[in-house]
């Protein structure tokens, strides 16, 4: 099993994912600075040229989502159940990439991303209007999780791997974690998690 990846949210937590589960994997480190994720070998791997990608054989897949699905059905792990639990994880993981971490994203790349690769300077309606939705979206995260450990039925899911993506990455990111106390306290509780805190090889 081959697992590309490089230090960034979507990565972090599909090896966080494969980490958690134990799974002895070649990570294999992209170098998307240098334009890596370009190259004839990586697009036979993921055409769309982005990372994390994974190969097990005769399967390549990509997208971090379905990569911890795949990770979590083949170690028959309770991260994906096969209950009514995971319509519920289904739609927290639509409502993340649609709502959540979309927002988080580009609060990501301007406040980030933009510095780390020499982009010039965040464009202040483009973090103005991210924040007003990361805003939006994150105090209807911070409500549900009241009383709650995770995502989902108090049980460990992708769904909490999925959600929490950006958090390790909120003061570089300049997301407002502290504004949200049930957050704050979702991503400290998942940063107990060895391999949640260190997903990425050592």
């Not at 009514?84 to 994203?105: C, K, N, P, Y």
């Not at 103005?128 to 460990?156: C, M, P, Q, S």
Request: net charge negative; charged share 30%.
């Amino acid at each position: 099993m081959k697992l590309y990846y490089y230090d960034t949210q979507n990565p972090w937590r599909a090896c966080a994912v494969a980490k958690y589960l134990d799974f002895k994997a070649d990570y294999i480190h992209v170098d998307v600075g240098k334009g890596e994720h370009r190259s004839p070998e990586f697009l036979a791997v993921n055409p769309n040229g982005k990372v994390p990608a994974l190969v097990d054989g005769d399967v390549k897949m990509w997208e971090s989502v379905a990569i911890m699905a795949y990770l979590s059905d083949k170690a028959g792990s309770d991260l994906w159940p096969k209950d009514e639990r995971q319509i519920e994880i289904m739609r927290w993981l639509v409502w993340d990439a649609a709502q959540f971490t979309r927002w988080g994203s580009i609060l990501h790349f301007e406040n980030r991303i933009r510095k780390r690769f020499d982009l010039g300077d965040p464009d202040p309606a483009t973090v103005e209007e991210a924040l007003g939705n990361w805003k939006r979206f994150a105090a209807v995260l911070d409500a549900h999780l009241k009383g709650r450990t995770y995502i989902v039925a108090d049980t460990l899911s992708i769904a909490d791997f999925a959600v929490a993506c950006l958090l390790p990455l909120a003061e570089v990111s300049k997301l407002p974690l502290d504004d949200y106390p049930e957050l704050r306290r979702f991503h400290d509780n998942l940063m107990e998690i060895p391999a949640w805190r260190r997903p990425f090889p050592e």
